[in-house]
C-alpha cells in the first residue's frame, strides 16, 4: 500500500501545487512514512525544472517544502506564514557597460525577480535558538552560472541543493520528535531561495529577521551533501567561527566519516550571511564534481547512504553542543577572495576534500586556460612559475601574479609522477 501511495505522490508531481501539497498532507496523515530519497527524488525531478529563483517551478518547491514542515507540527516563522518574500533586479549586462541615461534604459530592461525563503519554528522554550538552513533554488533551464554548453536543458539540481533541502526537512522531522540531548535549544529552519543568484534569501533573512537574532546560538547550512565519496570525506567549513567547533568535532565517529575542515566563515553560500551577523556558523560539504551547474546533476547519482551518514553526523553534533550553553563567535580570516582580487584563473574546478599539499583538481572547465593546457581530472597543481602552490589558497594568491598573454610552466604530479605543462593566461 505504501508503495501505491508513493507512485500515486510522483504521478501527482504534473498538477498543480494545490493537489501536491492536498496530496501530500492526505499521504502523511495516512502513514506514509517519507524518506529522504522520497523529497530528494521530487524536488529534483523535471517536474520543478529546476527550481529557478522566482518561477512557479520554485514556487510549487517551497509549498512542498511548507507543508513537509506543517505535517511535522513546526509553527510557521515567515513574514506572516511559511514565507518571507524578496525581490531582487538582476545586474543587467547593459547597465554594467552604459553609462548616463543608457544605463537606465538597461535596467529598464531587467525583470525584477520575486523570491520566498521557507521557514519553520520548533519551540523549546529555550533561550537560545539554532538555525539549519540549505538553499532549495537551482538553476531553472540553465542560466548565467550554467557550466553546460549543449542543448538547452533543465538543471535538476540533484545534489545542488536538493540534498541539503532533504536532509534540512530530515533534520527538522527529527527534531519535532524531541529526542533526548536536543532541547535545551530552539530551532529554526530556513529553505533559502536566492542562493545561486548571490545569497539572496539568506541576505534578506539576516536583514530582516523573522526571530530575534541576539537570541541565535550558532547557524548550520548544508550546500551539495549527496555525493559523500568512497573516502567519506565530508568538508566542514566554518570551524574557526567558534572555539567550541574543534572541542566538539574530532570526537564525533559516524560510519568512518573522515572530516576535512577550513576556518573561514565566508564562502559561496548561505553561511555567509549569517557569519557576517556574527553568529557562528558551520558549512557541510561533500564535495564538488564533473557534474555541478549540469543538467546532469540527477538523482540517480546521489550516494543515499553517505548522506544518511552526514544526516546522522549532524544528529550527533546537534547533541554535543546540546549542554555547551550560548558559543562565542570568533573572526576568522577572509581567505575566499571575489573576482575581483585576481584577474586571471585557469578554468579549473578544485578538489574542496583534499587535504595534502597542492591542489588537486575535480576537472576543468571547457575552452579554459586549464583544459587547453592539458590538465584533467586529479592533477596535482604543486608549482606555478615559481610560485609553489601549497593549497588553494596558494593557488589564489599565485593568480594575481600573471598577466594576460603571459606563458607560464606549471608543474603537476598526475598518477604519481611529476610532469610539465605549459599554460597560456587569457
Known amino acids: 500500500m505504501k508503495k501505491l501511495i508513493y507512485l500515486f505522490l510522483l504521478a501527482a508531481l504534473v498538477f498543480n501545487s494545490a493537489f501536491l501539497c492536498n496530496t501530500v498532507r492526505n499521504a502523511q496523515a495516512g502513514g506514509v512514512q517519507f524518506t529522504t530519497k522520497t523529497d530528494l527524488t521530487y524536488l529534483s525531478s523535471d517536474a520543478l525544472e529546476g527550481r529557478g529563483v522566482g518561477t512557479d517551478a520554485?514556487?510549487?518547491a517551497g509549498n512542498y517544502v511548507a507543508q513537509r514542515f506543517?505535517?511535522?507540527g513546526l509553527q510557521p516563522k515567515g513574514d506572516s506564514t511559511w514565507f518571507q518574500t524578496f525581490k531582487f533586479v538582476p545586474h543587467s549586462p547593459m547597465q554594467i557597460h552604459q553609462q548616463g541615461d543608457s544605463a537606465k534604459l538597461g535596467m529598464a530592461?531587467?525583470?525584477e525577480i520575486t523570491g520566498r525563503n521557507v521557514i519553520a519554528f520548533l519551540d523549546n522554550k529555550a533561550a537560545t535558538t539554532i538555525i539549519?538552513?540549505?538553499?532549495?533554488?537551482?538553476?531553472?533551464?540553465?542560466?548565467?552560472?550554467?557550466l553546460w554548453t549543449g542543448e538547452r536543458a533543465i538543471h535538476n539540481g540533484a545534489d545542488d541543493n536538493a540534498s541539503g533541502t532533504s536532509a534540512l526537512i530530515d533534520l527538522a522531522a527529527w527534531l519535532a520528535k524531541k529526542p533526548k540531548g536536543t532541547t535545551a535549544n530552539n530551532y529554526l529552519f530556513i529553505a533559502f531561495s536566492g542562493e545561486e543568484k548571490g545569497l539572496w534569501g539568506s541576505n534578506q533573512f539576516t536583514k530582516n529577521p523573522t526571530i530575534d537574532l541576539?537570541?541565535?546560538?550558532?547557524?548550520?547550512?548544508?550546500?551539495?551533501?549527496?555525493?559523500?565519496?568512497a573516502e567519506k570525506k565530508l568538508a566542514i567549513n566554518g570551524v574557526g567561527t567558534s572555539p567550541a567547533w574543534m572541542t566538539v568535532l574530532p570526537e564525533?565517529?559516524?560510519?568512518?566519516?573522515?572530516?576535512?575542515?577550513?576556518?573561514?566563515?565566508?564562502?559561496?553560500?548561505?553561511?555567509?550571511?549569517?557569519?557576517?551577523m556574527d553568529i557562528p556558523v558551520l558549512h557541510f560539504f561533500t564535495g564538488q564534481h564533473e557534474d555541478y551547474h549540469k543538467p546532469t546533476d540527477d538523482v540517480e547519482k546521489i550516494n543515499f547512504e553517505g548522506l544518511t551518514s552526514v544526516i546522522e553526523y549532524m544528529q550527533t553534533l546537534i547533541v554535543k553542543m546540546n549542554d555547551k550553553g550560548k558559543i562565542a563567535f570568533t573572526k576568522t580570516k577572509d581567505v575566499t577572495p571575489s573576482s575581483a582580487d585576481f584577474k586571471l584563473t585557469l578554468g579549473v574546478i578544485p578538489d574542496y576534500l583534499y587535504s595534502d599539499k597542492g591542489l588537486r583538481i575535480d576537472g576543468t572547465k571547457e575552452g579554459r586556460p586549464g583544459e587547453k593546457a592539458g590538465l584533467i581530472?586529479?592533477?596535482?597543481?604543486?608549482?606555478?612559475?615559481?610560485?609553489d602552490i601549497e593549497d588553494i589558497y596558494g593557488y589564489m594568491e599565485a593568480l594575481g601574479k600573471f598577466e594576460k598573454?603571459?606563458?607560464?610552466p606549471i608543474q603537476v604530479v598526475r598518477d604519481g609522477k611529476e610532469i610539465t605543462l605549459s599554460v597560456v593566461w587569457e
Open 377 to 387: 581530472k586529479g592533477d596535482i597543481i604543486m608549482k606555478m612559475g615559481e610560485y
Open 252 to 276: 564525533i565517529k559516524v560510519d568512518d566519516i573522515q572530516i576535512v575542515t577550513s576556518e573561514s566563515g565566508v564562502g559561496p553560500s548561505d553561511h555567509t550571511s549569517f557569519y557576517l
Open 214 to 229: 541576539k537570541a541565535v546560538n550558532y547557524m548550520l547550512n548544508m550546500d551539495m551533501v549527496g555525493r559523500l565519496n
Open 109 to 111: 530592461l531587467v525583470k
Open 58 to 60: 520554485e514556487r510549487r
Open 70 to 72: 506543517e505535517a511535522m
Open 132 to 146: 539549519i538552513g540549505a538553499h532549495y533554488d537551482h538553476l531553472g533551464w540553465g542560466d548565467e552560472n550554467s
Open 405 to 408: 598573454g603571459q606563458t607560464t
